[in-house]
C-alpha cells in the first residue's frame, strides 16, 4: 500500500490566532512518543492533561485530540470533550469527566479516547492534544454532536488556546 502524500498542516495554524497557553502532560512531553497504553493497541487510555494561564473569561473549555496526518481528506477526530467547567485545569490519566463535560463520538464512533492507530510503515502521525478556552459554557450541541459541529460551533467563542502534540509510528509488517 501506497501511504505516501504530502504532510497536512497543523490545524490550528489555519484558524483565526488566538493566545496562547500553556498544556502539559505527566504521561508525554510535547513532541514525544505517546506510551504504548495511548495507542489502541495498548488499551487507548487517554493521556493526563493539565493546562495554566487561560484568558480571563473563560467560561468552559473543549479538550480534543487531532491526528492531522491519518490518510484521510479530513483527518481522524481521537476524542474532543465538550463542557469542562473553567474551573477545572487538568483531566486525569483515563479520561475520567469533571461534572457537566462529555464526549462527543470520535471518528471511531466511541465516545471516549482512541488511542493512535496509524497504519503499519506510516510515518509518525502527530496526536494534537488541544484545550480552547471559550467565553461560554454553552455550544448547545449534545453528545450526538460530531466534532467538526463542535469546532464549527466554537467559532467566536475561543478566547484562548494551548496545544500539545504526541507522535506514534506503528511499525511496518
Not at 5 to 31: H, I, N
Request: include cysteine; glycine fraction near 10%.
Amino acid at each position: 500500500m501506497n501511504l505516501e502524500r504530502p504532510t497536512a498542516p497543523d490545524p490550528y495554524e489555519l484558524l483565526p490566532q488566538v493566545p496562547a497557553f500553556e498544556v502539559t502532560s505527566s504521561t508525554f512531553a510535547d513532541g514525544d512518543t505517546l506510551a504504548a497504553e495511548q495507542t489502541a493497541a495498548g488499551g487507548s487510555v487517554a493521556p493526563q492533561l493539565a493546562w495554566s494561564g487561560a484568558p480571563e473569561g473563560t467560561a468552559s473549555y473543549v479538550v480534543s485530540c487531532f491526528d492531522p496526518d491519518a490518510p484521510t481528506p479530513s483527518g481522524f477526530w481521537h476524542w474532543t470533550v465538550v463542557g469542562v467547567p473553567a474551573t477545572v485545569t487538568e483531566l486525569p490519566e483515563g479520561g475520567a469527566l469533571p461534572d457537566g463535560a462529555f464526549a462527543v463520538r470520535n471518528d471511531a464512533g466511541s465516545d471516549s479516547f482512541a488511542g493512535a492507530a496509524p497504519p503499519p510503515g506510516d510515518r509518525p502521525h502527530r496526536y494534537i492534544f488541544a484545550v480552547n478556552a471559550l467565553d461560554t459554557d454553552d455550544l448547545g450541541v449534545d453528545a450526538s454532536a460530531s466534532p467538526a459541529v463542535v469546532h464549527f460551533k466554537m467559532l467566536g467563542h475561543v478566547l484562548g488556546r494551548g496545544t500539545l502534540t504526541g507522535r506514534y509510528a506503528t511499525p511496518a509488517q
